[in-house]
């Protein structure tokens, strides 16, 4: 399993920016997929999932109602559209491919990483 995630990059609090996560080696559609961060000094903190059809999705509190996680099977690339920006939201994000159907919202539980993308927030 191959994981290329790319969109990463340097915007103000309360800013947007989509990360992608493009997927290859494996049966895309068959697996739940998920986006962790990790800030400087932190361990690894889960974001966001979904499920293989992409119709359940699953938040850390942190990010709900600003993130919004998706999919497109047809592509075998997975989506994180970040709106309303804070600093705190500054870290590398990976995503990651589960082991089976089900979304787990402990990193470790996923197999399969890529290779993570910077975002920045400014204040």
Not at 21 to 26: D, I, T, V
Not at 76 to 94: F, G, I
Not at 109 to 123: A, D, E, L, R
Request: glycine share 12%.
């Amino acid at each position: 399993v191959q994981l290329q995630a790319s969109g990463g990059g340097l915007v103000q609090a309360g800013g947007s920016l989509r990360l992608s996560c493009a997927a290859s080696g494996r049966t895309f559609s068959s697996y739940s997929m998920a986006w962790s961060r990790q800030a400087p000094g932190q361990e690894r903190e889960f974001v966001a999932g979904i499920s293989p059809s992409g119709s359940s999705t699953f938040y850390a509190d942190s990010v709900k109602g600003r993130f919004t996680i998706s999919r497109d099977n047809a592509k075998n690339t997975m989506y994180l559209q970040m709106n309303t920006l804070k600093p705190e939201d500054t870290a590398v994000y990976y995503c990651a491919v589960a082991r089976g159907s089900g979304i787990a919202s402990e990193p470790s539980m996923y197999p399969y990483w890529g290779q993570g993308t910077q975002v920045t927030v400014s204040s």
